[in-house]
């Protein structure tokens, strides 16, 4: 199977595991001393309200990195145009389209990147930056045109 485009577009993430633990120790200590001194003096609600926060901090990088695993894969072969959205190693929706009238354009008011074939049109990307956006643009539309190329050499061959 001959591939003209195969992409795999990911969130950005700068905190890895190790660092989000490390994250949370540099977080924790110094709640758990302050919480200790109020709770010396005698506010001892402060040291359980710091210690929801710890929780919901825990909770919302939880969810970060749950929403991380995220991905959209691109591929481009003899036949068709896919876009496959999938979460970890599980495809949850699969998009088929045919190549020859796909157009590829970066939307100035919303600065998204559309994929527009037939009435249908499908945001790509939403998770990169605008200069990402377009280099990705840039590398779909000069895949197409290398697979337009192609299959029209291949036609004239079938022809003659």
């Known amino acids: 199977m001959n591939n ?10 700068s905190l890895s595991q190790k660092g989000f633990y490390i994250l949370m120790i540099f977080i924790t200590l110094p709640c758990l001393f302050i919480g200790g001194m109020f709770f010396f003096m005698g506010a001892w609600p402060v040291l359980g309200f710091m210690g929801l926060e710890l929780i919901l901090i825990y ?8 929403k991380n695993n995220f991905y959209e894969h691109v591929t481009l072969d003899k036949s068709k145009f896919n876009i496959h959205y999938s979460n970890k190693n599980k495809i949850f929706n699969t998009i088929v389209l045919e190549p020859t009238w796909i157009k590829v354009n970066i939307e100035n008011k919303n600065k998204t990147l559309i994929i527009s074939t037939h009435g249908k049109t499908i945001e790509l990307g939403k998770c990169l930056a605008l200069k990402e956006k377009t280099n990705l643009a840039e590398t779909i539309k000069s895949a197409l045109i290398n697979w337009k190329q192609n299959s029209q050499s291949a036609n004239s061959i079938l022809k003659h």
């Open 4 to 13: 003209f485009l195969n992409i795999k577009i990911y969130p950005n993430n």
């Open 59 to 66: 909770i919302f990088f939880k969810i970060l990195f749950h």
